[in-house]
């Protein structure tokens, strides 16, 4: 019995049933594991890491097993807002020079760069076509001393990253197609939008292709430690035997899968609202043209995009419950929001809707490395939105750890460092109320 922390309909079908992306890459053929069989290493979670580790893996010759629960690519890797950007943790830079010392810090900024490097360069190598667009990623500020902070720090983002992002003020917005309630902006250079279930299946079909055998509709439900210092993973209907596993499940993992992830990961939800397709005139009259993917200061922020159809993308935080009452009052909020940003679009339908987990963990840093007292056991998670980029250079990380190889790419302590456990055990979602409130009183 999977031990998870949310309502059983946050892990069904519902969330998703109305994703846009979804009407773009319809599913395929990937049988559930039928008997049982062995492979090097075990790979459970098909999504951006666990397809990253598999390709790596088998790009280098090594057996590797993937098993989803679903079909690869549904959760949180098929249902994002697509923006591949620097991001993966949400301690400041301060906090982790604190922790860790400068140079440490420092190497997190550059496994930022790495990741979203890593991405581009798959995308290229592979001959994906995923709908990219964006040149770098533009925040709005919200409030006008929020515009005031971006120009302040213009030179501690060119010497953490080497690169100068693009001041605009308020009163020249509207002249990048960027018109709406904002006080200024900050373009990074860095990053790009895509279609994140394109980008799935073509790292999901170039991992079969080099060798790699993934299963669907194959939950795994126990993990059994053999004598040989092998693991047998348990599934409806077969098992698999391997030397090495990898959990890549992120958000929708369990606490007792292994026993090891309880309580140091944290789902929280995020929904999205997918707009039908504008014409240009609808385009005009709101003064919104610009293909830059985009998030405006708030603490509880907004991320929005205009898609190369003309489709506009619009996410949020999602609810601290899940049921068919609290999405529908997500899905009138996020309308709400839409509307007061976008007013010359409140005739503009929106029939996309749907919700998925983001994953935190208590330090606010991502991991990718091994598991503690599970020899030959490895994870990563908790990519605090960013799982496009971070969630994908992790999986590429565990492939070389899984091999006994030091990463060849920046690897810095706060990737490496454990992850505490969060207070409370399995009602920890509780602890997401008050910080709302609070961040909901700081963005006033």
Avoid at 330 to 357: C, L
Avoid at 366 to 383: K, L, Q, R, V, W
Avoid at 384 to 402: E, I, K, P, T, W
């Amino acid at each position: 019995m999977l031990k998870r922390i949310w309502e059983d309909g946050a892990y069904g079908a519902a969330p998703v049933a109305d994703c846009w992306w979804a009407d773009t890459v319809q599913p395929g053929d990937w049988p559930a594991l039928q008997g049982d069989t062995t492979t090097e290493v075990a790979v459970i979670g098909a999504g951006f890491t666990g397809l990253n580790a598999a390709l790596a893996l088998a790009e280098s010759g090594v057996g590797v097993t993937v098993l989803e629960a679903q079909h690869p690519f549904w959760g949180a890797s098929g249902r994002n807002g697509g923006f591949c950007c620097l991001g993966g943790a949400k301690a400041s830079h301060d906090t982790m020079k604190a922790k860790f010392g400068e140079a440490e810090a420092r190497g997190f900024a550059q496994a930022e760069l790495a990741a979203v490097a890593h991405v581009g360069g798959l995308i290229d190598r592979l001959g994906l076509d995923v709908d990219r667009h964006s040149e770098g990623e533009t925040q709005l500020a919200h409030r006008p001393r929020d515009f005031d902070a971006m120009r302040e720090d213009v030179e501690a983002t060119r010497a953490l990253y080497g690169v100068t992002p693009t001041i605009t003020p308020p009163d020249e917005l509207a002249q990048v197609g960027l018109r709406g309630p904002f006080h200024g902006a900050s373009t990074m250079p860095i990053g790009f939008a895509l279609n994140p279930r394109k980008y799935a299946l073509g790292l999901c079909q170039a991992a079969e292709a080099a060798g790699a055998v993934v299963h669907g509709h194959s939950p795994v439900t126990r993990i059994e430690s053999l004598a040989d210092g092998r693991y047998r993973l348990h599934t409806d209907k077969g098992s698999v035997t391997a030397e090495k596993i990898i959990i890549a499940t992120n958000g929708y993992s369990s606490d007792n899968l292994p026993d090891w992830m309880g309580g140091r990961y944290l789902p929280t939800q995020s929904s999205v609202i997918v707009t039908r397709p504008m014409s240009d005139d609808e385009l005009a009259a709101q003064g919104w043209t610009s293909r830059q993917m985009c998030y405006d200061s708030r603490h509880l922020l907004h991320y929005f995009r205009l898609m190369p159809d003309n489709r506009m993308l619009m996410g949020m935080r999602g609810g601290l419950r899940h049921s068919p009452g609290t999405e529908a009052q997500i899905r009138a909020m996020i309308r709400a929001d839409f509307e007061k940003m976008f007013p010359a679009w409140t005739h503009v339908e929106t029939p996309h809707y749907w919700s998925g987990f983001v994953c935190l963990s208590r330090d606010l840093m991502p991991y990718a490395g091994p598991i503690p007292e599970m020899p030959g056991g490895f994870a990563a998670f908790a990519y605090h939105g960013n799982g496009v980029s971070m969630g994908s250079y992790a999986g590429r990380l565990l492939a070389d750890l899984v091999r006994g190889q030091t990463p060849e790419t920046p690897y810095p302590a706060p990737l490496r460092h454990t992850p505490r456990k969060f207070p409370l055990g399995r009602f920890r979602r509780m602890l997401m109320r008050p910080a709302y409130l609070h961040y909901a009183w700081l963005d006033r």
